[in-house]
């Protein structure tokens, strides 16, 4: 088991710029989870899938915000033309769908910097 | 709009001391979550609370929650420099089966001082 993992770790990008993160979850896990954390804040909440499906995406900040997971496997953001408030803690996590426990494991994050 | 409030928001405490956190949140729900965050690391699941009056011990952590009373507590015993940590609670909007969006409160950063 290797945990979520996110790439690129760090990501320091011009405002107006496209930038894409990825996510790979826990490989048996289902649901795949977007949040973003800002300074002394909890994370909150983006978007989640189900295997494919895209099954919320309301919470999404803005139409510049965009995910997918094409074959139920890896997931990614993208943030069109960055703003600097755009700038936070990208974080991903996965969970499995199973009876009544149903943990969401987190990956180490991407931190955005929008200059 | 569930909300979830964490107090206090900073706790400063010496060691071999016990203490308290709580987490309140506005909705109903039975399913809440404790989790641990390192500066600059990811969260660690620490519990999972699945029903009124569920109680839940690791180590010198114990996390209860109390769904009549919209409420969840985190106790620490006889705190260590390694509890050192900021400690997010998060509740389920979500019902039937899984957690679907979890909705976090701030965090409470804990210090434990020699």
């Known amino acids: 088991d290797t945990g979520v993992s996110q790439d690129p770790r760090h990501k320091i990008t011009k405002r107006g710029q496209n930038v894409t993160f990825r996510c790979d979850p826990i490989s048996e896990h289902n649901r795949l989870y977007w949040y973003r954390q800002t300074l002394g804040q909890g994370p909150e909440f983006l978007t989640y899938f189900q295997n494919e499906a895209q099954l919320e995406k309301s919470r999404l900040l803005s139409d510049r915000f965009s995910a997918e997971r094409p074959k139920g496997s890896f997931s990614t953001l993208e943030i069109q033309r960055t703003e600097q408030g755009d700038s936070a803690m990208y974080l991903c996590?996965?969970?499995?769908?199973?009876?009544?426990?149903?943990?969401?494991?987190f990956g180490p994050g991407t931190r955005l910097t929008v200059l | 709009e569930l909300k979830v409030e964490q107090n206090p928001l900073f706790l400063s405490m010496q060691e071999g001391k016990n203490y308290t956190i709580y987490c309140n949140y506005s909705t109903t729900s039975d399913r809440l979550y404790w989790y641990r965050q390192d500066p600059g690391k990811s969260l660690e699941s620490l519990f999972v609370?699945?029903?009124?009056?569920a109680v839940k011990q690791e180590g010198r952590l114990m996390a209860s929650l109390d769904t009549k009373a919209r409420l969840s507590t985190l106790h620490i015993t006889a705190a260590v420099h390694d509890l050192s940590a900021t400690y997010f609670c998060a509740v389920d909007k979500g019902s039937g089966a899984g957690s679907y969006q979890l909705t976090f409160g701030k965090g409470t950063k804990l210090s434990v001082i020699p």
């Open positions: 609370l699945l029903s009124n009056g």
């Open positions: 996590a996965s969970s499995l769908v199973s009876g009544s426990t149903d943990t969401q494991y």
